[in-house]
């Protein structure tokens, strides 16, 4: 080892405690996840994060969750961002959404309950969405993975161009299996996680090249399941769009590695945990920056905080 190489070596060395702060190191960038359930116990939540080397995530919770929150925040600050939901049939959600907001909730979602995409009920969120200055996020889905599960957000892709010319303000993040299906042209609801090379042209695609109010969160299996079909694809569509996608996890296995993960409708998933499954899926199909963008700034951008 010469000078040079010493002096890089030591000034490397340095560097490396921010980075494993940050968990920059097994991802090679540190990672946000968009798409994270409130657990119970605040340890809980942690040990997922820190065992798939995730470095920040948004709290999804529905109803009065602030104290939950709040007991999390004072465990890891710094750690957790806030997105509320809360029942869209009911009279009061404007209210107890608007108060979330007031009390720190950064968003709304996830939205997952049995009305149409175009709908009055989630009309007034969008709208409601856009006076607060906050994104929606939403569950789009309307194939079964269980018996008479229903569908929820229904009417994605006959309905949702229409939603997103009208609410130009609202900031519209799409996620689940209609959403992520939809990236095929030639998709008509056959099956929640279709296989096979994508045909060009989904509306998916489409809207996300087309309207700026619209993101895509890349959490749960069906996110991973349209990475995952057809590699070319998957380069071209992750390079077009790496301004509008976030990564996310929905992952509910215990321990960051697998543990106790069980989707019946994706058995190739079973024992792994999500978040790794498309962190490595990401990383292998696109440079670094991109990754970068996907897994950590863009949400920054998305909800106005410092990376
Ligand atoms: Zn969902
Ligand atoms: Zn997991």
């Known amino acids: 080892m010469n000078r040079r190489e010493f002096l890089e070596t030591v000034a490397a060395a340095a560097v490396l405690p921010t980075l494993a702060r940050q968990g920059a190191g097994e991802w090679g960038a540190p990672v946000f996840d968009l798409h994270f359930h409130l657990r119970p116990q605040p340890a809980a939540n942690l040990a997922h994060l820190d065992g798939a080397g995730i470095t920040k995530a948004n709290l999804l919770t529905r109803g009065r969750a602030l104290d939950q929150v709040k007991a999390l925040h004072a465990t890891a600050p710094g750690r957790f961002t806030w997105f509320n939901s809360y029942d869209v049939t009911q009279p009061d959600a404007e209210q107890v959404l608007t108060q979330a907001v007031k009390s720190g909730a950064q968003g709304f979602g996830e939205m997952k309950f049995h009305v ?15 006076d607060l200055h906050v994104p929606i996020l939403i569950h ?24 997103l010319k009208a609410y130009p303000r609202t900031r519209f993040i799409g996620h689940a299996d209609a959403f992520w299906a939809n990236v095929s042209a030639d998709y008509h609801n056959e099956s929640a996680y279709p296989t096979g090379p994508i045909t060009r042209g989904g509306v998916t695609d489409r809207w996300l090249g087309d309207y ?13 399941n349209a990475m995952a079909r057809d590699p070319a ?5 992750l390079k077009r769009h790496q301004d509008k996608l976030l990564f996310g996890s929905d992952c509910s296995c215990r321990d960051g590695h697998g543990a106790g993960y069980d989707n019946p409708a994706a058995p190739r998933m079973a024992g792994k945990c999500v978040a790794r499954e498309t962190l490595s899926l990401l990383k292998r ?11 950590w700034g863009n949400v920054h951008k998305l909800l106005r905080i410092p990376a």
Request: glycine residues 8%; hydrophobic residues 45%.
């Open 285 to 295: 199909a696109t440079a670094a920056d991109v990754f970068q963008k996907i897994v």
């Open 233 to 237: 694809f998957t380069a071209d569509f």
């Open 212 to 224: 700026p109010n619209l993101l895509g969160d890349m959490s749960a299996v069906s996110g991973n």
């Open 140 to 163: 789009f889905q309307e194939v079964d993975h269980a018996p008479n599960e229903g569908t929820w957000s229904a009417g994605f892709a006959k309905s949702f161009e229409s939603v």
């Open 116 to 130: 149409a995409a175009d709908g009055p009920e989630l009309r007034r969120m969008y709208s409601l969405a856009a």
